[in-house]
């Protein structure tokens, strides 16, 4: 089954408003990742956050790991910031086992 | 800044060819990966390379082989491609030292005719 489940599937925003992305994953994870792709384009790492809180500039990430899952908070959402964000994650400590969820398609409108 | 390269960004070939993709990173990562993401933006994980040793993923069909001369480069060669193999590759690295916080690659798109 599907190892990685974010939410939700795609998401329309007007600009300035803010956007939260949910990973779930059905085993605990060691390693947990955020990534953005833009249309066409390669993956970007966003943050690196196997638990915890971490922010970088609008972005901030909140895992809970015995939770099993993380969330992505996108505050003030810019039309740059349309594109596809996925979480990856690691689960035991090999590195054969990493995961990618679905993707959130987020699109942000003027 | 791009620190994983991978060549060539393109590649049109028939059914039955060989292709060859290469990978170099210079961030000095122990360990790289690569991936195939299919038209559905789903990311699969196909081998990873840390130290000589390497980690298959099972359901990769045997066409498929990586190949590394030292740690800095990992290639991918298909020995007969087939037309479900189009995709994007995409090549990654990590420290690969307890943590695998991973660098991705700019991807090869493949399109099988």
């Known amino acids: 089954g599907q190892q990685v489940q974010q939410s939700p599937a795609s998401l329309v925003l007007q600009e300035g408003e803010n956007a939260e992305l949910q990973c779930n994953f059905s085993s605990t994870a060691t390693q947990l990742q955020w990534f953005y792709q833009r249309p066409g384009g390669s993956l970007v790492s966003l943050l690196y956050?196997?638990?915890g809180t971490k922010h970088t500039g609008r972005l901030t990430s909140t895992t809970v790991t015995k939770e099993r899952r993380s969330s992505l908070h996108i505050s003030s959402s810019q039309i740059t910031d349309s594109g596809t964000y996925f979480c990856?994650?690691?689960?035991?400590?090999?590195?054969?086992?990493?995961?990618f969820g679905k993707g959130t398609s987020l699109t942000v409108i003027p | 800044e791009t620190a994983v390269f991978q060549t060539p960004n393109y590649h049109v070939t028939q059914v039955g060819n060989e292709v060859s993709f290469n990978c170099k990173q210079t961030l000095g990562h122990d360990t790289m990966y690569w991936y195939k993401q299919d038209s559905k933006k789903l990311l699969k994980i196909m081998f990873s390379y840390n130290n000589k040793q390497l980690i298959v993923n099972e359901t990769v069909p045997r066409r498929f082989s990586p190949q590394s001369s030292d740690k800095a480069h990992l290639n991918l060669r298909i020995k007969s491609v087939e037309p479900e193999d189009s995709a994007v590759y995409l090549c990654?690295?990590?420290?690969?030292?307890?943590?695998?916080?991973?660098?991705f690659g700019p991807g090869t798109r493949l399109t099988v005719l």
């Open positions: 990654a690295s990590s420290p690969g030292t307890g943590v695998y916080e991973q660098y």
């Open positions: 990856a994650m690691e689960r035991d400590t090999g590195y054969q086992n990493f995961y």
């Open positions: 956050n196997p638990s």
